[in-house]
Structure formats: structure tokens, C-alpha cells
């Protein structure tokens, strides 16, 4: 095949890897256009000055609509959801030091590193079925200084109950804990509407990346009525990056005019491709959970890692290995790409799997 | 003036702060505009998705044939010098723990706060006639893992001799102490060519921020020699940020290929300038160092907090006071700006002066 074979160990691996015939099921990246509306006469000098470090005021004032109660000065515009998150960690950091930071696992790959890279030190409360294990959740929330929700989540697909999240709204608060609701796949949910987890101490983080197919583009935000919060992220920002990338913003702010249509369309196009890899892994006979949001399957299957070779090199087609993301004994799959492509990509893995069918059980 | 009167501590009172017939001699932005050329058909899905987290390959190869010797892996691109300085100083504590990091005193403001955030510790040379006293640096090079050199200087507007840089050239490679070199003015020097740095354990940080007049995109680069550097910058980015806007990297790349009269005739522009604003500020009195690269001149003054808060309040004239460079006495007047609006500022600068002929002394 011409694919030089190295033990694959980590997403870094298939970064960049394209064409040729590949089918990836990697990363979680829509294949859709962003709207066009937002090409128009950018060639004007406005858009290529430095701006305030918190953002743009216009598109801050615009963000400030979608929550209840908010004001445009209680968000910071950052590089994407990644800038967004290692603010955070770090200004907790400034101003507490080295305190534990309570993460859901399996977890997206990023979040012990950054916790760690920020100097705080991440503990875990294991999901139960995907989702949090509140008996759990309420023994470990006391032993820390802050939390991180990811709901929907990467990778399970999984949406936390809204009971669930009332109940850590308010344990959280009666603590005094800080809570970091990553929401960047709340726009991709199929089930029900998101349920915006609120408080004094909690901290929004979102972003355009999935929602408006602007992931390159790297702009996100935080939300936070706590202005402490606020303030350390901006002190930080202003020697570590500066202003995001002010055409970013612009852009941003002309994907949020579009009429809401573009997002709904989205989603019906989302929950077809759900349905379909759904039901062809089940067919299969893999055991996993229906996704609710997000756009990733998370299927159980023994010799997970040497799935994920196997697959790309004897296949051409990209699957991560759920070890990446702390679920040992899984494989986590983006149908963030065209019915034909999850078609040929599942009719690929079936071939493999062919006589393999204690794998999955 | 309808100007709520606060008192003006930091850079960051100025921020946005716009139009309404002030002359702003506080930002060092570049008022040309970018180059034409980079506008041309964005509107393709491949701007807007996820790139490679070291930068496109395209703008790193097209960086190596400026380096002698370098690869495209020497590179890695960032949000503006910034988040490259951001991450280098990050990755060496991740390697060698809470060290020491030499910088020259006065400094561009973000300096000590990047070296603190990142969980190290500044020390200080303090620059003689407003370049490094060699000796002094000999002495304390001594007990550093890195330093952190800037030439042309923000905000000296001074350019080192290319004796001394060989001599820290030298000393540096014989102890194995990192050499940050920040080169963002390195288009913008009057005098010479610039002196690159160069060596195993050299890091040098560059932006296309100044040279092209993108300082809002956020596109600057780290290029190093030593690869665990690079890995190490790659490991926190890929968590922190990931990729750096790719918009801005296609701009960035079209930018490099404008032919090069448009560096060289900004350059005279620049100087054009620089000339005005040395005569007119040596002619009010003055005590100051002709700026030899960047845009930048530091004079004496007495009473630099007050004349800050004076100029701004009741002559709409924007400097910024030297103290927030720690260069107590003196004011910076960035000269970024059209001559008019400069022949402008020096006119309401020397009224205000009227009178008080013993600041200047």
C-alpha cells in the first residue's frame, strides 16, 4: 500500500493523513461548508489591526443575546475552545495554585495535559455507562477546586440528564467548586434542547469550530459571571496571544446572523449520519451507546489498538483507539463525513471483522 | 473633553481607545496597510478546517528559505510572537522545572509577566545607554538557563552591536543557555541588516505582524534547531490552541511573496518618520536615543506619570510611560503613525511643555 507501518499510538499520528482512497473516522471535524455569507469585502484594514483583548465588542454583544443575563464584558473571545479552557486552568491557577481539578472519564485526549501544563493536578470520577456517576461525582467533588463537564461529550456521544446537571449545579455552588462546562458540541444535540448549566462559579466554554464548520478559523470563547474569572483570563491573554485573530471574529459574527435554518439543516444531516453508523455497527453486533450529541460512536471491541493499525493499514480506514481518551477496550468513530463515505467505511471495518466475531463481545 | 479622568496606570487604558481627534502615539502598530495581493479567493473549505498544529507546510518551507541551513520541521507557527514566546517558555519549564531566565532591562512589557505565568523566574540586566553592558550580562548569564534578547528593541528603539550579539553568541553556547531572540522589528532597522542569532540552543521568534501590517491576524512563528524545543512547543499547542488561524496562514504566505519593494519602501516610510520625530522632539529639548530599528523613541522626562495622564486628559495625545517598560524618567512615543498626525502630536507635546523646560533636563 505504500503506507511505511508504525505502531500507532496516538490521534497526533493520523493528523494530516488524507485522500488516497482513506475513509477516516477520526477527527471530529464537520465535512460541511461554512455559510457563505461570511466571505464578503474582508480586504479593509479595520480587519488586520490589533483588537481588544477581550474581543470584539459586536460579536461579544452578540454572544451576550444567546444567554440569559449576560452582558457582553462576561465574555473573553480566544483561540478556540483549547485557548478558551487553558485560560481558565491558568487563572485558577494564579489564584489558587496547585489545586485538583475533578475530570469525567473517558475524557477528550486534551484535558489532563492541560490541567497538568496550567500546574493543577487532574483526579477522576469514572462515567457509568457514559454518563456521570453522581454517588461518585458527590465522594470526589469535595476534594477539589474545580470540575470539567463535557456534555455532549467527546468521546462517548453521551448528553449528561438534566437532572444530573441541576444536581452538580448545586453541590458545586454549596462548595464553592469551580465548574467548566466545555459546550462546543451543544448546538449538535438530537435528543433534547442543551440544558446551560448556570452559576456564580461556572464557567461556559464554546466555540464556532462545529457548529458554524469553522474549526481552522480557531475562535471560541469564554462565559463566566464571575468576574475574577474574567479578569484573570484577560490578564493572562494580553501577554500570551493578544487579541484572537480579528478576521476569525468577524467571520464568527457573520456566521451568527445567518438565519438559524443553516444549524437546524445541520442537525437534520447530523442525525441521519447518527442513525445510520448506529445502525450499521449494531447490525455488526458491536456493543455501544446511541449517541445523542456530538458526533462520535464509541463502540466496545477487544484489541483495541490493534484495531486502529489493522484498519489503516490493511483497510485504509481511521478509527481511534478509545486507550487515547482513557476507554480501554473501544474505538471511537466521527461521522463527521458524507453517508457514501461512512457506507464504504463500514463495509470496510465488516470485512475486516470477518471472523472476528468474538472481538465483540 | 467629556473624558472621565482616571488615573492611567497601564497600557491597557488605551486599548481601543480611538478617533475624537486623539493622536495616538501609544500602539506599536503599523498604520500601511497589509499588501493588496493576500485578499484574493478565500471562500474555499480548505481556509476553514483543522490544519497541521506546527503550522501549513507551505509557509514553514517558504520560511526556511530565509533561515540559512533550516528545515520546515525547525518551524512551528503561532498566534503572533506572542503565543511562540508563550509556548518556548512554557516548554523549557516542562523540561528543566522553575529556572531562571535572564532579561534586559527596560522590556517590552509582556516579558516578565510570559517568563512568571509560565512558572519561571526573571532576572535582570539593566541596559546601558539603552543596550546591553556585556559585562553585566557576563556576570549574570552565569546563573540562568535561558535569556531573552530583543533587537531591535521595544522599547529602546535601540539595535544591538553585532560584536556584542556575537559575544552572547559565544558565552551562551559555552554555558548551554537558551537564547530567546524576539526579531519582530527585525524588517524595521534603519541602520544595517539585522544580525541573526544563531546556534544549537538559539530560539528565535519572529511575527509577520510589523512587516506586513497583520498584527490583528495573530501570525507569528517560533524556529529553533534544537528539535525539543520544537517537540516541546508542538506537545503544549496541540492542547492549548492547535493550530494557528489557517486564514491567516494563507495570508501570511501570500504575503512573503509580494515582491520586495514593498518591505523596502515601507522601510523608507518608516524612516521618513523616524527622522521627523527625532529632529522635532531633539528640538523641544529632548534628551534621547536616535532609534536605530522598530518605531519606537524613549526620551527623558520628569514627572513621566503625570505628563501620561496630562497629554492624554488635556491635549488628546497619547504616550505611553516609561515606567511600564521600567524605564523610569522617560515616556514611549511610538511613531506608527502618518507625518501630519505626528507633526500634529509633536505641536500639542511642545505646548504642553511650555513652561517646563526643567523635565526635560
Redesign the interface.
Known sequence: MGIKETRITSP?YF??VDGDNIISFG?G?PDL??P?DI?KD??T?R???????KGEIKLREALSKQYPGANAEDFVIT??A??AI?LVF?SIH?MHGRVKVLLCRPYYY?YP??VE?A?LEPVYTDLKDGRIDIADFEKKIKHVKAVLINSPSNPTGRVEDTGTLRAIEKITSKLGVYVISDEVYKDLIYERENYLIKGKRVITINSFSKTY???????GYIYARDPEIIEGAV??K???????????QEMALRAMKVPKSFVTGQTAIWKERRDYIYGGLSAMGFNLWKPEGAFYVLPKIKNSGRVVNDLYYKHKVIVYDGAWFDAPGRIRLSYALELPKIKEGLSRISKYLNGKGSWLR
Chains 1, 2 share one sequence.
Open positions: 497526533a493528523v494530516g477527527s471535524q461548508p461554512p457563505k466571505f474582508i480586504a484594514p480587519l488586520f489591526k490589533y483588537g481588544l483583548i483561540n478556540g483549547s485557548e487553558d491558568r494564579e486534551s495535559p492541560i501544563f500546574g464548520s469553522l474549526c481552522g478559523l480557531r475562535v490578564n493572562l494580553v501577554h500570551t496571544s493578544m487579541n484572537t485573530n480579528i478576521l476569525g
